[in-house]
């Protein structure tokens, strides 16, 4: 079964900067797309950002763009998500994703607190 | 970038027939934007039910169908149970850009 487990997450002030990282194993990372997804407390899902399989193409929401990049290291089975000059609105818990064969599978979720 | 809108909140009775659906703010939903339905439940991450319109899962109960209706898209559920409460979300594909409808909180009553 595909394992996806997220890490980083934490309470960071405005303006701050965080990375979040998600471990991956029990498929060929290397193979596939990867998504990073969020859901602010007691809210809905919002698409955050996505890469493909070698990390040579990437896609963002508006509301991230410019502050937020996503990378991975296809030998060490860990996709990133740098986030910067965050704001109150970037809390949530944060998600990382996969799609193999249509089927989507997720992470258990980081949250992100931004507070002062 | 597209909007999606989803209804806020949608009540079935047991036994009960009811259509989500999932609209585009560029236009008509089509088959091109892959639509997906998920399903989520309080404390748990989302599960996939309908990808790329109608095709399901090997777990999706067969009460459930997706389809394309009137421009957008659409997921019925005939039959409704109890376990059937949650919310649900589409998820359509643009050129590069993802994006999830608001969800819809559906009640079994």
């Known amino acids: 079964e595909v394992q996806l487990v997220e890490s980083g997450g934490g309470l960071v002030q405005p303006g701050g900067s965080l990375r979040l990282s998600c471990a991956a194993s029990r498929f060929t990372f290397s193979s596939y797309w990867m998504h990073w997804v969020r859901q602010a407390p007691g809210k809905g899902l919002v698409w955050v950002s996505r890469i493909n399989s070698d990390g040579s193409s990437t896609n963002y929401a508006d509301s991230v763009k410019g502050r937020f990049t996503i990378s991975r290291d296809n030998a060490k089975n860990t996709l990133y998500l740098q986030m910067n000059s965050l704001r109150a609105e970037d809390t949530a818990v944060y998600y990382c994703?996969?799609?193999?064969?249509?089927?989507?599978?997720w992470g258990q979720g980081t949250l992100v607190t931004v507070s002062s | 970038q597209a909007v999606v809108t989803q209804e806020p909140s949608l009540t079935v009775s047991p036994g009960g027939t009811v259509t989500l659906t999932c609209g585009s703010s560029t236009g008509a939903v089509t088959s091109g934007h892959y639509p997906y339905w998920f399903q989520q439940k309080p404390g748990q991450a989302p599960r996939t039910l309908i990808y790329?319109?109608?095709n399901k899962h090997s777990w999706t109960p067969a009460r459930f169908s997706g389809s394309l209706l009137g421009g957008k898209a659409a997921l019925t559920l005939s039959g409704a149970q109890a376990e059937d409460e949650a919310e649900y979300y589409c998820?359509?594909?643009?050129?590069?850009?993802?994006?999830f409808g608001g969800g819809t909180k559906l009640t079994v009553l």
């Open positions: 994703a996969t799609s193999i064969s249509r089927l989507f599978y």
């Open positions: 790329d319109t109608s």
């Open positions: 998820f359509l594909s643009y050129s590069g850009a993802r994006v």
